[in-house]
């Protein structure tokens, strides 16, 4: 009788359980289809405060209201936070108001951490002066410098310069905590970190509970808390908890449009392990998106590890879906034409035509709606060899970005030899160059008489001719992105590493070899 009750509450509770999940999940795509709409709100709120700003008669107004705006953008837009800040800085400046310099200075550091520029953020705050900030502020000043030098002690790969980050990290923490009252956010956020790092997980999860109670749904706080949250039940081995909190987290930053998220692409390398590819891919793809607006490296780095794990296996799963498709189509081809020969002799022998045709039309339709099932398969094929497309570009940005960062620090001491090793490019050409090549090689083994139907488009003496022909020239590329479904400028420009300019007069160029300027763009698009 135990052992029937025990099986029975078991059930109950794994069905409870999974109604559970798939309601969350429900709501979080719900949410996900609503994102434009809770940043359109943003967006219009940002608008009005540009308005206001534009009418303020004075540098105190100005001052005031481009810090509202950088709150705004603070978590939604890096770049946009970044130049409302370096205004404010300005002002602080010019009024000669070592409050306002200071504040501004402040939250600028802030900024910088939260999206991962440790290095930059140090240099920020070491021009605050400390004995000048107010106490209202002097917080604020031991969280960025403590979470600072966190972020670089973790990174650092010099073990010399790892200690040096983690005491000066431990020296912030222990100023901060002596500062703060013990029921603060930043207390209890310290407090269960304490507890997390000690794997002391049931007094982690209890103070968890009292910061989430104190935290509004659909607030910055409130994802950060749930994520928090999710790393506990990690730490449990408890995936169910894990996957909820971060389902939370990732709906509390749409409500809240926080494009400087990392719930919804945590969520998605579980949901891969897990093999539901469909959501992988759906979650992954709107991480990098979120990444990519707000312009934030951290999380960049961190997609960039499981984005191509993720489009490799659901493109393999699109491709399995396509063989069997394509091995049903064969099945029904033979059965038609059994069928075929059947209607002949039952048309000689009993001349019951009707039924045969009847017969015959629903083996046609079947074969219609397999040849377009067939072609939309093409279709996001294409779509995803144009994401790879941008990521590989992509790719090549940060190995510059990485040079430059490398001879700054160069620069700092002084390694002339090394200095000039960072500031070649031989790098960056040759992985250009091997980028060129495998695109050229791909597109043209998908559609290997685009150049053909691309001269049957040009006037006559302006068609193209290549000297190579498993190679496309630059007019070529861009046609083939257009192709692919890459029909922006700026986003052309970034995959072939010209300026939109370039991209503009090469497109107008080749435009006016067409044969029908107008509509040549379009024919492109439908070329097979």
């Known amino acids: ?23 969350l999940f429900s709501k979080l795509d719900a949410e996900l289809q609503k994102k434009s709409f809770y940043d359109s709100q943003k967006e219009k709120r940002i608008k009005l ?145 304490e507890y997390r790092d000690n794997r002391n997980l049931k007094m982690a999860i209890k103070v968890n509970d009292q910061r989430l109670s104190e935290a509004d749904e659909g607030s910055r706080l409130y994802s950060l808390i749930t994520f928090e949250r999710s790393l506990l039940y990690e730490l449990e081995n408890n995936i169910a908890e894990q996957r909820k909190y971060l389902i939370l987290s990732a709906i509390s930053d ?120 067939l072609s939309e398969l093409d279709q996001v094929k294409e779509h995803y060899i144009g994401s790879f497309l941008n990521l590989y570009s992509e790719y090549i940005t940060k190995l510059d970005v990485y040079r430059k960062l490398v001879s700054k620090y160069v620069k700092a001491n002084q390694m002339n030899a090394l200095l000039d090793l960072s500031k070649s490019k031989q790098m960056i050409d040759e992985e250009l160059e091997i980028f060129n090549k495998n695109f050229d090689s791909s597109f043209l083994h998908m559609h290997p008489d685009f150049v053909e139907s691309v001269n049957s488009l040009l006037k006559e003496g302006d068609q193209i001719q290549l000297s190579k022909n498993d190679q496309l020239n630059t007019e070529l590329r861009i046609l083939a992105l257009i192709k692919l479904g890459i029909t922006s400028s700026s986003k052309i420009a970034k995959i072939l590493r010209y300026s939109v300019n370039t991209i503009y007069n090469y497109r107008a160029a080749i435009k006016s070899m067409a044969k029908d300027k107008t509509s040549f763009e379009d024919l492109i698009k439908k070329i097979k």
């Open 1 to 23: 009788m135990n052992r029937v009750l025990f099986v029975l509450l078991f059930i109950c509770n794994l069905l409870f359980s999974n109604n559970e999940r798939d309601s």
């Open 49 to 193: 405060l540009i308005k206001e700003s534009a009418e303020a008669d004075n540098l105190l107004g100005q001052y005031q209201i481009f810090d509202q705006i950088f709150e705004e953008y603070k978590f939604y837009h890096f770049d946009e936070a970044l130049k409302y800040i370096e205004k404010n800085i300005q002002i602080g400046e010019k009024l000669d108001d070592e409050l306002f310099f200071n504040q501004a200075k402040l939250k600028l550091g802030l900024l910088l951490v939260n999206s991962g520029r440790y290095k930059e953020s140090i240099d920020a705050l070491n021009e605050i002066k400390r004995d000048s900030l107010p106490e209202t502020i002097l917080n604020d000043y031991y969280i960025a410098y403590k979470e600072g030098y966190s972020g670089l002690s973790y990174y650092t790969k010099v073990t010399s310069n790892k200690s040096n980050y983690t005491q000066l990290y431990l020296a912030y923490q222990d100023s901060l905590y002596s500062r703060l009252k013990a029921d603060s956010e930043e207390a209890l956020r310290l407090k269960e970190k």
């Open 254 to 373: 749409i409500k809240a449009s926080v494009k400087d998220n990392a719930s919804l692409g945590t969520l998605a390398k579980i949901l891969f392990i897990e093999g539901d590819l469909d959501r992988a891919h759906l979650y992954i793809n709107f991480s990098y998106s979120d990444a990519e607006f707000y312009n934030s490296q951290l999380r960049f780095v961190n997609i960039a590890n499981t984005m191509p794990l993720i489009s490799k296996a659901y493109e393999e799963k699109t491709e399995k879906q396509k063989k069997k498709l394509e091995y049903s189509l064969i099945f029904i081809s033979v059965l038609a034409a059994f069928l075929i020969i059947a209607i002949y002799v039952v048309y000689n022998q009993v001349k019951k035509v009707s039924i045969a045709k009847n017969e015959l039309k629903v083996s046609n339709e079947n074969l219609n709606k397999l040849n377009i099932e």
